[in-house]
């Protein structure tokens, strides 16, 4: 898959990254449209540890509007073909990733997915 890695003060590169694997609780989204907001612009143009939790390497961008390709045996909420809002703060299982969630990248693996969780 094709993603956005932030390599630090204005510097952001297309990347070929593997396409995730799925585990048993696990989903894939595909990201349908992803906009920039004012943390990405500030973080492009001023650099990492500006107080905003994005990291040098990570995947970049946050704020996308996906759909479900694929779930885990175990994933009861969902079902491929849902349209969902990967909410940056727990879409990862981890709120330092927020600012680097791969809302610019082709596809986000949401691990151990859970529906109106924040």
Do not use: W
């Amino acid at each position: 898959m094709k993603a956005g890695i932030y390599l630090g003060k204005e510097k952001v590169k297309i990347q070929e990254l593997p396409l995730p694997e799925v585990g048993d609780y696990d989903v894939l989204i595909q990201n349908i449209y992803s906009s920039i907001c004012g943390t990405d612009v500030v973080v492009f143009m001023h650099g990492p540890n500006t107080g905003h939790k994005v990291n040098v390497g990570g995947e970049f961008g946050h704020e996308a509007i996906s759909r479900i390709v694929k779930v885990g045996k175990e994933v009861k909420d969902f079902k491929v073909g849902d349209r969902v809002y990967p909410y940056p703060l727990s879409a990862k299982d981890d709120t330092s990733r927020a600012g680097t969630l791969g809302g610019f990248s082709e596809y986000i693996l949401v691990p151990n997915a859970k529906k109106n969780f924040k």
